[in-house]
């Protein structure tokens, strides 16, 4: 990235220290340099080019990992059924848990799919096992 480049979406120090390196670097390298949706002019601008405001691949599935995707359901105490994606990998590696972000108003938890997928095959830390929750 130039050095005239904005980072839009930077690591703050008080968090970098309490993530892995590759975690950081790999954050740096797809989520930083650009826009994501919540900081998109308008919900109108948004809706024109959704994946302008997209660290992942546009709609697509994204990388393959090895491991198995399971999909399932965690019950709210309202008795709502919240969607959850499992991505099982590699045993004795760390846990990751990623809550979508879209406020239920934009996106849904497909969107972070890509993400998690190169996550798991960049940072080689992901792999135990990593929940989306939307």
């Not at 980072?7 to 954050?27: D, H, I």
């Not at 809706?47 to 359901?73: C, H, L, M, N, Q």
């Not at 499992?86 to 497909?110: C, D, M, R, S, T």
């Not at 998690?116 to 792999?127: D, F, H, P």
């Amino acid at each position: 990235m130039s050095s005239d480049a904005r980072v839009w979406n930077p690591v703050l120090p008080q968090y970098e220290k309490k993530l892995s390196a590759s975690y950081v670097k790999a954050f740096r390298e797809r989520v930083g340099p650009r826009p994501i949706a919540h900081q998109a002019p308008s919900i109108e601008e948004y809706r024109k080019d959704p994946v302008k405001y997209s660290f992942g691949w546009g709609g697509e599935p994204g990388p393959a990992i090895d491991g198995e995707i399971e999909k399932s359901t965690v019950v709210a105490r309202d008795g709502y059924k919240i969607p959850i994606n499992i991505y099982h990998g590699k045993p004795g590696n760390p846990v990751h848990i990623n809550f979508h972000g879209g406020g239920l108003v934009i996106g849904e938890a497909g969107n972070d799919d890509a993400w998690i997928r190169y996550l798991i095959n960049q940072t080689q830390v992901y792999g135990s096992m990593c929940v989306l929750l939307s």
